[in-house]
C-alpha cells in the first residue's frame, strides 16, 4: 500500500508539494481552509504574475538577506530556469520583461492555476476546501474544522504550507503559529513585509501628487541604496524601492519610532552636473518651470523637494542640486499585513532539519512563505515558496522510501 501524506494549504508551496508526492507514489490528500485553492496565487496575477527573475543565481540569492546561504540548496534543486520549464509544461510560457522580472505571457496566474490543479487530478491528488486545520488530537491525528464539523486524519508524513499572514482574507492569516508554539516550534512573529511606509505629507501634496510614480530615483537607508520607482501615496510612499529597503526600514522604526529615507530624485546626473545645468538664468519663468526644464523633474518630484525642506525650495543652484541629490523624508510608521504583499517571520530556520523537517515534529515538513526568510518584489516570493515547497515533499518522499 502507498504511504499516504496529507499537505495542509493549497498556495503555490503546497500545490507543489502535493504533485511531486504524488508524483513519487504516495497517496496525497491536499486541505484548505478557502473554498478555492490558490487565492493569493490568483491575486498576485492582478497586477501581472511575476514568476521569477532572470538575474544570476548569486545575485538572485542576496535577495534574502541573512538567509541567502540557507536558501542556497533549496534554488539548487529549483533553480528559476527550472521553475520556467515548470511554467512552460503546464501550458504557460513566459518572457522576461524590461527589468530582468519574468512572466507568463498570459501574465494572469488563472490559466496556470486552473491547469495546474487539473494535473493534480490526474495525479490523484484529492483536494478538501474548507477544511480548516487546527492541530492535533491526543492521539496525534491531525484535527480540522469542515463544514460537516471536525474531521480527523492520520498520514505518514504532513506537508504544512499554511502560508505568512499578510492579505488574511485570502486565505493565509498566520492563525497556525499559535498551534506550532503549543509544540514548543520556535517562531519569529509575523510582520508586514513589501508594505508602504508611512509620510506625514501636507494636505496639498498628497491631493496633488497621491498615486503619482517617482520614476529612476534611488532610495538610501541605513548605508543601503536601490534604484527604481516609487510611488506616491496618500498615507506616504509605496512600490518596489522601498520593499526593497522594508526589512531596514521596518527595523528603524521598530527601534526609534521613525525611519530616515534619502531620495536622489537624478541618480545619473553628478551633484556638480545637475548645478551646471540650473546655472541657466531662471529668467521670467516659476521656479517649478526652471526645475522641470532644466533638471528634467517631474511636478511630483518637484513637490517632493518642497516636503523635504518643509517649506521653500532653495534659490542657490548648487543648493537646489544637492536637494535634488538628497532629499530626506522621515517615514513614520508602516502600513499593516492586511495590504502587505508578503509577511517576514515564520517558523525560525533552526527549527527545521535540512529536509525541511520539523526537528521536535519528526514527520512533519513545513515550506513556503510560513518559514522564517522574506524577500523583496521581483519574482522572489513565489520562487522561495515552490523550491521550498518542492524541498519538503523530496524530504518527506525519502522519509517515506519513494525517493
Ligand atoms: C497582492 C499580492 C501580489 C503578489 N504578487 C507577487 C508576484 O507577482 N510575485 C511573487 O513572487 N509573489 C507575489 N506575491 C506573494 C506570493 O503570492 C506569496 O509569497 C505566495 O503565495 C506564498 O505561497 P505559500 O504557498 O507559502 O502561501 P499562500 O499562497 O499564502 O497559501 C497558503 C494557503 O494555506 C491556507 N491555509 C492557511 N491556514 C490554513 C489552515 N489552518 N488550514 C487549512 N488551510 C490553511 C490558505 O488558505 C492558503 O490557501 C504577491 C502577494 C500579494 C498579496
Request: glycine share 14%.
Amino acid at each position: 500500500m502507498s504511504p499516504t501524506v496529507t499537505v495542509i494549504g493549497a498556495g503555490p508551496a503546497g500545490l507543489i508539494a502535493a504533485e511531486t508526492l504524488a508524483r513519487a507514489g504516495a497517496r496525497v490528500r491536499l486541505h484548505d481552509a478557502m473554498p478555492s485553492a490558490g487565492r493569493k496565487l490568483l491575486m498576485a496575477g492582478r497586477g501581472g504574475l511575476n514568476l521569477t527573475h532572470s538575474e544570476p543565481l548569486d545575485v538572485f540569492l542576496e535577495r534574502y538577506g541573512e538567509a541567502g546561504g540557507w536558501m542556497t540548496p533549496r534554488l539548487d534543486g529549483f533553480t528559476p530556469d527550472a521553475l520556467i520549464a515548470w511554467s512552460e509544461a503546464l501550458g504557460q510560457p513566459t518572457f522576461v520583461g524590461s527589468s530582468g522580472r519574468v512572466f507568463p505571457k498570459a501574465m494572469k496566474a488563472s490559466p496556470l492555476l486552473r491547469a495546474w490543479l487539473g494535473r493534480l487530478g490526474e495525479l490523484g491528488v484529492s483536494l478538501a476546501l474548507r477544511s480548516r486545520w487546527t492541530g492535533w488530537d491526543t492521539d496525534g491525528a491531525l484535527t480540522f474544522d469542515t463544514p460537516d464539523g471536525p474531521v480527523t486524519e492520520t498520514a505518514d508524513a504532513t506537508v504544512l504550507a499554511l502560508g505568512g499572514a499578510s492579505w488574511p482574507r485570502l486565505g493565509s492569516d498566520g492563525r497556525w503559529t499559535s498551534l506550532l508554539e503549543a509544540r514548543g516550534v520556535e517562531i519569529t512573529p509575523l510582520l508586514p513585509a513589501n508594505v508602504g511606509f508611512n509620510v506625514a505629507w501636507s494636505d496639498i501634496f498628497k491631493e496633488r501628487f497621491a498615486g503619482q510614480p517617482l520614476k529612476a530615483i534611488a532610495l538610501t537607508h541605513g548605508g543601503v541604496t536601490v534604484r527604481g520607482e516609487a510611488m506616491i501615496a496618500d498615507y506616504g510612499l509605496e512600490g518596489g524601492a522601498i520593499y526593497a529597503l522594508s526589512a531596514g526600514l521596518r527595523a528603524a522604526i521598530a527601534r526609534d519610532g521613525k525611519a530616515e529615507l534619502t531620495i536622489d530624485l537624478h541618480p545619473d546626473q553628478s551633484l556638480g552636473q545637475l548645478t551646471a545645468r540650473l546655472v541657466t538664468p531662471q529668467g521670467r519663468q516659476s521656479q517649478s518651470n526652471h526645475l522641470r526644464k532644466a533638471a528634467h523633474l517631474s511636478p511630483a518630484a518637484i513637490g517632493l523637494m518642497r516636503e523635504a525642506t518643509g517649506g521653500p525650495i532653495p534659490i542657490s543652484p548648487r543648493s537646489q542640486a544637492a536637494l535634488i541629490k538628497a532629499a530626506r523624508v522621515t517615514l513614520t510608521g508602516m502600513q499593516g499585513l492586511e495590504r502587505a504583499i508578503s509577511s517576514a517571520g515564520g517558523i525560525r530556520l533552526s527549527e527545521l532539519d535540512e529536509d525541511l523537517m520539523l526537528r521536535r515534529l519528526p514527520g512533519v515538513f513545513a515550506a513556503g512563505e510560513m518559514l522564517d526568510w522574506e524577500a523583496p518584489t521581483g519574482g522572489y516570493l513565489l520562487q522561495a515558496s515552490l523550491a521550498t515547497g518542492l524541498a519538503a515533499a523530496r524530504g518527506a518522499a525519502g522519509r517515506l522510501g519513494l525517493a
